[in-house]
């Protein structure tokens, strides 16, 4: 081992020549003896000499060298380190890798040469296809058999999954090496990939059968969900309904999802669930058919009854009234609530007749009460009419008894006073009444 490297020699040698050629006188002389003791130190065998070796081989005849370029001789003078080695093998390791990915890149005209000539460098290929190939045949039977004996919809979920990782693994193999046979590694690691290209293409086009599948059974399985949720709305909306055009909008809504419940595709998986479910929706239908029928019937009783209802409210604004407008008035209570009682208590619209027939009960009472007080007003108005008549008579009679005058007056404003306000008869027994009060103040003077 030389006590001086060809490296540290040349940073010395460099500085000799700049000292020699600033000595103006004898530097050529002092350059050759420096570099006499220097080639001897090179050509000795032994320890690499120090820097402080290095200062008195060369200080002695060149005071002004650098102590900067014997620092960085010595520096070069020391054996390499073993983290030095480690970046040179890392440098190495770094760039045999680079060059053997370039080897492998996915071109032909790189990959062929390369196959004959030197195959073991496009092992990492070989490897690669491998277990591609491996990957891609167990995840294309996976995702057939996930989507083609699905039993829930979690199975297309994870069907989709295996699908995209079949598809990556076949996107990675190199579609012109699948007839290449590599002897030497698939004698040591049996490899399972020698397929032709129509094999390859025949997989593509089951991993684009699968995936056009899957979008069809997800499909149908939404539609299914909709229509279920349909169904489901409908049936709620249909026992919360109160009037016969609202259940007859929920039960053509009903009908439109059973519909829809049928036109799925047999073939999918949610076809098959929805024949299961489409015998009980018409089952359920059916059965609520009967109750509709009823109900129907009880919805006509009751919206009759409203309108005869309706009828007599109008028939009632704006009173007084004649005997005869109640009495109508009354009528068309009464017809409302013979309707109401025809409602049978098995009928879903019971209660809400029962609550207007005690309404329209109420009110039949008011308008014959009403009828009853017109009539009696009016009896009681004829009356008086006639009584003042005959009080007429007896006052214009020779020498009328002042006390049978005032006596009949008295009988008159009784009568009058009996007419009962809010009738027809009130206004007029009032002007009467005046009449007979102001007849009464003048005999009694």
């Not at 899957?214 to 149908?220: E, G």
């Not at 209660?351 to 007003?377: P, V």
């Not at 007419?419 to 002007?431: D, I, P, S």
Request: hydrophobic share 40%; charged share 25%.
């Amino acid at each position: 081992m030389s006590r001086l490297t060809n490296r540290a020699f040349d940073i010395l040698r460099t500085e000799v020549n700049r000292c020699a050629a600033a000595e103006r006188f004898g530097g050529q002389v002092q350059q050759q003896m420096v570099m006499k003791r220097l080639e001897k130190l090179r050509l000795q065998s032994g320890t690499f000499a120090s820097a402080q070796e290095l200062r008195e081989t060369v200080k002695d005849l060149f005071p002004n060298f650098d102590d900067k370029a014997i620092k960085a001789a010595a520096k070069a003078n020391r054996p390499p380190g073993i983290l030095s080695k480690i970046a040179w093998v890392g440098t190495f390791l770094v760039g045999a890798a680079g060059f053997i990915s370039v080897l492998n890149l996915p071109f032909p005209m790189i990959r062929w040469p390369v196959a004959k000539t030197a195959p073991i460098l496009l092992l990492p290929s070989y490897i690669s296809m491998d277990y591609n190939y491996r990957q891609a045949i167990a995840k294309v039977e996976q995702a057939d058999q996930l989507i083609n004996k699905a039993t829930a919809a979690a199975d297309f979920d994870l069907g989709e999954i295996k699908s995209k990782e079949a598809q990556k693994h076949l996107d990675a193999l190199p579609v012109w090496f699948l007839g290449y046979y590599p002897t030497a590694y698939c004698t040591f690691f049996g490899c399972t990939w020698r397929f032709t290209f129509d094999e390859f293409e025949a997989a593509r086009k089951n991993i684009g059968r699968m995936e056009a599948q899957i979008f069809q059974q997800k499909n149908a399985l939404n539609e299914l969900t909709k229509t279920e949720q349909e169904l489901n709305t409908a049936k709620q909306q249909y026992q919360q309904a109160k009037t016969a055009p609202e259940r007859q909008k929920v039960s053509a809504n009903w009908q439109s999802a059973i519909d829809q419940l049928g036109q799925i595709p047999n073939e999918t998986l949610a076809g098959e669930m929805a024949q299961k479910k489409l015998q009980a929706a018409k089952r359920d239908f059916q059965d609520v058919g009967g109750v509709a029928t009823g109900s129907l019937r009880t919805d006509n009783l009751i919206e009759a009854a409203k309108e005869f209802a309706m009828s007599a409210a109008v028939a009632s604004q704006n009173p007084p009234h004649s005997a005869e407008q109640w009495e109508q008035i009354a009528s068309l209570w009464q017809e409302s609530i013979q309707r109401l009682e025809q409602v049978s208590s098995e009928n879903p619209g019971y209660l809400d007749a029962q609550n207007k027939l005690a309404q329209y009960k109420t009110n039949l009472g008011t308008a014959q009460l009403r009828h009853k007080i017109e009539e009696q007003s009016a009896d009681d108005l004829k009356e008086a009419k006639f009584a003042i008549a005959n009080w007429q008579r007896l006052a214009l009679s020779d020498r009328p008894d002042r006390g049978d005058l005032v006596g009949q007056l008295r009988e008159i404003i009784n009568k009058l006073e009996s007419v009962k306000t809010g009738t027809t008869t009130y206004l007029e027994a009032q002007k009467l009444l005046q009449f007979a009060r102001k007849k009464q103040q003048e005999l009694q003077r």
